[in-house]
């Protein structure tokens, strides 16, 4: 533990606004040390073992969401996201330069 002053319990420590840092410890130690245990204590909840059962069917839904899906998906708004700011990109060079040429 590291400590600014030699003493934690002086006066000092809570009068000096140099020295918050070590009454902030000093109190939270002594909060830690007089801390007490709960008085309410809650039972864990027992635990039930649940079976997925999965048909064919839905075992190939899951296989065509998860891999083809989600994928084009994902792909799709990268377009839409990568067209977007080229747009932009185009637009504001036009708008920069003289006479809006090229």
Do not use: H
């Not at 084009?72 to 067209?83: E, H, K, R, V």
């Amino acid at each position: 533990m590291l400590v600014g002053t030699p003493n934690l319990v002086y006066n000092d420590t809570f009068r000096d606004p140099a020295l918050r840092g070590n009454r902030l410890l000093l109190e939270n130690a002594l909060s830690w040390l007089l801390a007490r245990p709960a008085v309410v204590t809650i039972a864990p909840k027992p635990s039930e073992a649940l079976a997925a059962s999965l048909s064919e069917q839905s075992l190939g839904e899951i296989f065509r969401y998860v891999l083809l899906y989600m994928p084009f998906t994902t792909l799709a708004l990268g377009a839409l996201i990568l067209y977007r700011r080229r747009a932009v990109e185009r637009r504001s060079r036009r708008e920069r330069t003289p006479g809006g040429g090229t």
